[in-house]
């Protein structure tokens, strides 16, 4: 990672970790042991990956200032609720998360629950209230999301995930599962980022396509680091895939093949930044960032 980008990083987490906290620690009608289970996974930190994405989008093209960042944080309030759900004994029963204890593990499965459920329903009001975009922008924004969150996208793809437990899956069906499951949240930020920015209809489907190949390039470097990785580095053990019977490009295509698929989605990433005509942007570094990172 250049040292530029890594800067980026580091400040783009320390802004949305900011106002995020900003926002939830003013949230004082919640009873406190909701509170302090809804803030113990926000402040757990993270990549922050998915506002990164977003921001990085509106600014490659041409955007400027914070219009963003309501969106940005209500997308990774999203996120940070289906991991606290995703690490739940019935489903991945994970007893680790970013370093330390799942939510569950620290508050019980009901807060863990509430908690979750907490975070999903405040990341619309976030948007909803947000100064500075537009009511048609608003409701573009809040559609789209619950789209990529629910039963047509992310919900979908978990739920198939489990279905494939134990099972041979084909590369299609692999590639179905992680698109829902992974991209579609992904591909939210992106496109987010480019409709606030203003692009025309015919852009925001380049980066609908761009979206889905950073989904997948994501999630077989994934699959990888629960094979090779340390779990020190990841926050969270390595070999769950395996104990947990899950179809991974690994198990598919052997390690060799796994990364050889991972080049082939990462060429199709940067094919799409080209004809959008910005492929010396952040997105061309953040696409080669996710396809080499360790955690």
């Known amino acids: 990672m250049s040292e530029s980008l890594q800067d980026y990083l580091k400040a783009e987490q320390q802004q949305l970790n900011e106002y995020m906290m900003n926002l939830l620690e003013h949230d004082n009608i919640l009873p406190n042991s909701l509170a302090e289970s809804v803030l113990y996974s926000m402040r757990a930190g993270g990549k922050r990956l998915r506002p990164i994405l977003m921001r990085a989008a509106f600014e490659s093209f041409g955007g400027r200032g914070d219009k963003v960042l309501p969106v940005a944080a209500a997308l990774e309030m999203v996120h940070t609720y289906s991991l606290i759900h995703d690490d739940l004994p019935a489903m991945d029963d994970d007893d680790y998360r970013r370093g330390q204890l799942t939510n569950h593990k620290k508050f019980g499965e009901a807060t863990a629950i509430l908690a979750g459920d907490a975070l999903l329903t405040r990341s619309f009001s976030v948007i909803g209230q947000a100064v500075g975009i537009q009511p048609e922008e608003k409701v573009y924004l809040m559609s789209y999301l619950s789209e990529a969150a629910g039963p047509t996208g992310m919900i979908a793809g978990q739920t198939l995930d489990m279905e494939a437990e134990d099972k041979e899956s084909t590369l299609d069906q692999l590639e179905q599962i992680h698109n829902l499951k992974t991209g579609k949240l992904l591909t939210y930020a992106i496109v987010a980022g480019a409709y606030l920015a203003g692009v025309k209809p015919e852009t925001l489907d380049l980066m609908k396509q761009f979206g889905t190949y950073i989904g997948l390039i994501f999630q077989v470097q994934d699959d990888i680091l629960d ?3 340390d779990a020190s580095v990841l926050g ?14 690994p198990k598919l295509l052997g390690l060799d093949g796994a990364k050889a698929q991972m080049d ?8 799409c930044l080209e004809q959008a005509e910005i492929k010396d942007s952040r997105l061309h570094e953040l696409t080669v960032y996710l396809s080499r990172r360790t955690s």
Request: positive net charge; hydrophobic residues 20%.
């Open 227 to 229: 094979v090779t990785g």
């Open 264 to 271: 082939k989605y990462v060429n199709l990433a940067h094919q």
């Open 236 to 249: 969270k053990p390595v070999g769950s895939d395996e104990e947990n019977k899950k179809s991974t490009y």
